[in-house]
């Protein structure tokens, strides 16, 4: 009997491991044929959200004492999906026209940063690498990130260098990307979404931060800004 749970336990912390470490970004599965699209693979419904489920838990958090006071504690709820969050996020992406990077295998590898600042305008940042090709895709809206995301006021692409995109993927490599915790603890109202997606020909992953204003994760996406033409001042760097 005691074997037997001390087996079972093992292969609990098994799974939870592959789940947040890699098993559960195979692209394979959630590739969705099913999903309606257009040529560019942007969605074709309004409601056909962004990120798979599996990506998006709900978290819930504690705040516990320690000896030099608090820490935040997070934990995902297993089975559930964050609907709220997902709805919000996708809503930018959909009116920013920007196309799934899950639902199909691509032939590329690409990375988006979306960037949604609770009372300036959402932005997002598509790095693309496909053979000896680097590009840059970066878009403005003109609403406010944690109200209603408007319409576009500028779209642009930028051709990079093999030395840009080391770079990139050197801060992203850093910063643990294919790693990172899922879902998003809540730690407070206003502030600044910072949401990183990847895509290979093998795996797909999504994370989100809250307002970060250094670390590993912070310079990888404040990368992608300093590569656009957009002059964003420090303070509106939250």
Known sequence: MKNALIQKLIIGVLLFFLTQNGFSQSIDKFVDKTITVDGLNIPTDLKQPYFPKDMFPEVDMDWIQTYNGTRAE???????????????????????????????KVDKEVYRFTWLRTFDKP??????????????????????????????????????SEKEWIEFTQLITKAK???MSLG?????????????????QSKYRVVTVQSPNNGNFYDACNYLISLSDLNISKKKKY
Request: glycine residues 8%; positive net charge; hydrophobic residues 35%.
């Open 74 to 104: 997070t934990k995902i709820k297993e089975g559930t999906y964050d609907e709220f969050v997902v709805n919000w996020y996708s809503k930018h992406l959909h009116a920013m026209k920007e196309p799934l990077l899950f639902n199909r």
């Open 123 to 160: 932005m997002t940042f598509r790095f693309e690498k496909r053979n000896n090709r680097y590009i840059l895709y970066f878009k403005v809206l003109n609403g406010a990130g944690g109200y209603e995301p408007g319409e576009i006021e500028t779209e642009r692409l930028k051709i990079l």
């Open 177 to 179: 990307f294919w790693k």
């Open 184 to 200: 998003r603890a809540s730690f407070g109202t206003d502030g600044s979404e910072w949401i990183m997606e990847g895509a290979t």
